[in-house]
């Protein structure tokens, strides 16, 4: 068991660019999810997958937000025209397809806009 | 909407000094209420879950219970690695809802 991977760790860009993050969840896990947390804040839910299909969209991710699974492996989160307030980490978790597990969090891509 | 407050914010103990955090909740049925532990720059680190009122659950010094309104984590003559953010969350039962709920954390510190 390896964990939850996230890549990159850190992100530095100017405001108005595109940025991809990328995920990697645990090795047997076929549900993967996308959390955003600001400073002092919890993680707040921003979108999961089973497999490749993505089951729940939360209202916080807008459409300048896009995130794909396509093999149902890995997945990527994309911020199209970043803004000063996408300034945040995006963690990763993922867990079994039994509701009653836990979801286990990667380190997370922490993204400064400049 | 699902709510999750804790309290203290932050809380300074001496090295050996049992306290308690609380989790107060409010969900349209109650799936089940984790708790994580964040070190500064990590992500949360799964600790437990309790399912209903009355459950307990422990690991080392750390002691979670459960009642049908708040959640307490209790932490026995705790140790300076010990010190972290603790969030609560909450996954309300209802059908293809996976989400966890989150509350802001309490921030604790154990002094040598």
């Known amino acids: 068991d390896t964990g939850v991977s996230q890549n990159p760790r850190h992100k530095i860009t100017k405001r108005g660019q595109n940025v991809t993050f990328r995920c990697d969840p645990i090795?047997?896990?076929?549900?993967l999810y996308w959390y955003r947390q600001t400073l002092g804040q919890g993680p707040e839910f921003l979108t999961y997958?089973?497999?490749?299909?993505?089951?729940?969209k939360s209202r916080l991710l807008s459409d300048r937000f896009s995130a794909e699974r396509p093999k149902g492996s890995f997945s990527t989160l994309e911020i199209q025209r970043t803004e000063q307030g996408d300034s945040a980490m995006y963690l990763c978790?993922?867990?079994?397809?039994?509701?009653?597990?836990?979801?286990?969090f990667g380190d997370g891509t922490r993204l400064s806009i400049l | 909407e699902d709510q999750v407050t804790q309290s203290p914010e932050a809380l300074r103990l001496q090295e050996g000094e049992s306290s308690s955090l609380n989790c107060s909740y409010t969900?349209?049925?109650?799936?089940?209420l984790f708790w994580y532990r964040q070190d500064p720059g990590k992500g949360p680190e799964f600790l437990f879950t309790?399912?209903?009122a009355g459950e307990e659950k422990e690991k080392e010094r750390l002691k979670a219970t459960l009642t049908k309104k708040e959640s307490f984590l209790h932490i026995t003559a705790p140790k300076p690695e010990d010190s972290a953010t603790y969030l609560c969350?909450?996954?309300?039962?209802?059908?293809?809802?996976?989400?966890?709920?989150f509350g802001t954390g309490t921030r604790l510190t154990i002094i040598p």
């Open positions: 969900v349209s049925g109650l799936r089940g």
């Open positions: 969350a909450v996954q309300r039962n209802h059908f293809g809802n996976e989400k966890l709920t």
């Open positions: 090795s047997e896990h076929n549900r």
């Open positions: 309790l399912y209903s």
């Open positions: 978790a993922s867990s079994l397809a039994d509701s009653y597990q836990p979801q286990h």
């Open positions: 997958f089973q497999n490749e299909a993505q089951l729940e």
